[in-house]
């Protein structure tokens, strides 16, 4: 089955700069890939999703960047704020197994003052 | 107000009880799914049903049950089975399709054991 891997597990940045969190997926066959942000006791919303057909989409100040010959994607978060703070998890998805969403083990993002 | 609703927020569970979760959707959604989290881990999937009256296991469905008798409705049942059901859990659907669409989750139920 799929296995996606995610990293950092957390990151801390200041203000106004600049997160980057990377996931990689094993297989070649996953077509879709959403991220998530969970804030503390909620459930996660979808922030952003890039399918096979496209190397990268951009959202105001969030982008995601897809590698199929790598088999990885990443999200990248411009001019980050205080309320940008939250979890993220990235997740994969494949044709046929029922349409099932493999996710990362998530990415405590913490924007500092 | 278009959503998913999950009841109860936070349930307790006695050693060898049986404890149900509730989910709801009125997002006229054929897929739902149930998943647990646990800290510092990514979401599992337990069980999932793709349309009314039938439903297939996840990863971790040991010691869980569900049922989909209604498409607006996919209970999730925790057994005395599960050893270690402390987690949050929760719930989700998506509509089918030929194109892959996003799954949205509920608020989830945090489940604690006495």
């Known amino acids: 089955g799929e296995n996606v891997e995610q990293h950092p597990s957390t990151l801390s940045v200041q203000e106004g700069d600049s997160a980057v969190i990377k996931c990689t997926y094993s297989?070649?066959?996953?077509?879709?890939f959403p991220w998530y942000k969970q804030e503390l006791g909620k459930g996660p919303q979808l922030i952003i999703d890039?399918?096979?057909n496209v190397g990268e989409k951009k959202d105001q100040r969030i982008a995601v960047t897809l590698n199929k010959t790598a088999k990885h994607f990443s999200l990248h978060i411009t001019e980050t704020q205080p309320e940008d703070s939250a979890v993220y998890f990235c997740a994969a998805e494949g044709w046929g197994g029922g349409n099932k969403l493999t996710f990362g083990t998530g990415t405590q993002l913490k924007v500092e003052l | 107000d278009g959503g998913i609703t999950q009841s109860p927020k936070y349930l307790f569970r006695k050693e060898g009880q049986n404890v149900t979760l509730s989910c709801e959707q009125n997002?006229?959604?054929?897929?739902m799914y149930w998943y647990r989290q646990d800290p510092g881990q990514g979401l599992r999937l337990i069980y999932y049903?793709?349309?009314?009256?039938?439903?297939q296991k996840g990863d971790i469905a040991e010691g869980y049950s569900v049922s989909r008798e209604k498409k607006e409705s996919f209970p999730l049942t925790v057994t005395s089975a599960q050893k270690n059901p402390t987690a949050f859990y929760l719930c989700?659907?998506?509509?089918?399709?030929?194109?892959?669409?996003?799954?949205?989750f509920g608020p989830g139920t945090r489940l604690l054991v006495l």
């Open positions: 997002l006229n959604h054929d897929a």
């Open positions: 989700a659907s998506r509509d089918r399709g030929v194109v892959k669409e996003t799954q949205y």
């Open positions: 049903s793709q349309i009314v009256n039938d439903f």
């Open positions: 890039i399918r096979s």
């Open positions: 297989d070649s066959a996953s077509n879709y």
